[in-house]
């Protein structure tokens, strides 16, 4: 797993914008990837990031890069714990549920959901995807837009900018461990 492949796809995240990022990388195999994930964990440690594999499939795997803290937060807010515990999920920590999202992912080829939950959506984007089939949302961009529409463009704007100064700096040399926002 390079370091471009998390700046491509974790810049806001790194920077402290976004509770989660997800993405696909390729491996050779699990105990590489595995190691390697464990090499990023104690480089990222300390600046309140954690790397997961959430699912393994022919030899490419769906990584979860997040802020522990953050989603701690995201997933106890009303609307948020409310959807989960209808899902079936235990709320009793951040962690359970990430296993529980972790069996889910190995049980269907979709993803569920819930998922953009683990990802700092806003709650109301997830409840709307979800009631309305993934049709008739007001905006697509990170994600389907059903709630506030001017918040969701405004947040959109910020990632896609990150995104672009952070791969401008680590072109430059800068290295992810420097980029990553300690919070």
């Known amino acids: 797993m390079s370091e471009e492949l998390m700046i491509r796809h974790c810049s806001p995240t790194l920077a402290g914008l976004k509770t989660g990022n997800m993405f696909v990388c390729s491996y050779n195999s699990e105990e590489e990837l595995r190691n390697n994930m464990r090499r990023w964990n104690r480089r990222l440690s300390n600046k309140g990031l954690r790397i997961l594999p959430l699912r393994y499939r022919n030899h490419r795997a769906l990584v979860y890069v997040y802020r522990p803290s953050k989603l701690e937060q995201d997933l ?3 609307a948020a714990y409310r959807l989960l515990q209808l ?7 951040s962690e359970r549920c990430i296993a ?3 069996r889910r ?4 080829e979709d993803f569920p959901h819930e998922i953009g939950l ?10 709307g995807f979800i009631e309305k089939k993934a049709e008739d949302c007001k905006l697509v961009g990170c994600w389907k837009v059903y709630g506030d529409e001017e918040e969701a463009r405004r947040r959109f704007r910020k990632f896609d900018k990150c995104t672009a100064v952070y791969s401008k700096l680590f072109a430059d040399g800068r290295t992810v461990e420097k980029l990553t926002v300690a919070g």
Not at 87 to 93: H, I, L, N, S, V
Not at 105 to 108: A, D, K
Not at 118 to 127: I, M, N, Q, S
């Open 76 to 78: 106890h807010q009303d």
């Open 87 to 93: 899902k079936g999920y235990d709320m009793r920590t």
């Open 100 to 102: 529980q999202l972790t």
């Open 105 to 108: 992912l190995g049980e269907s």
């Open 118 to 127: 683990f990802l700092g959506y806003p709650p109301e984007d997830v409840w």
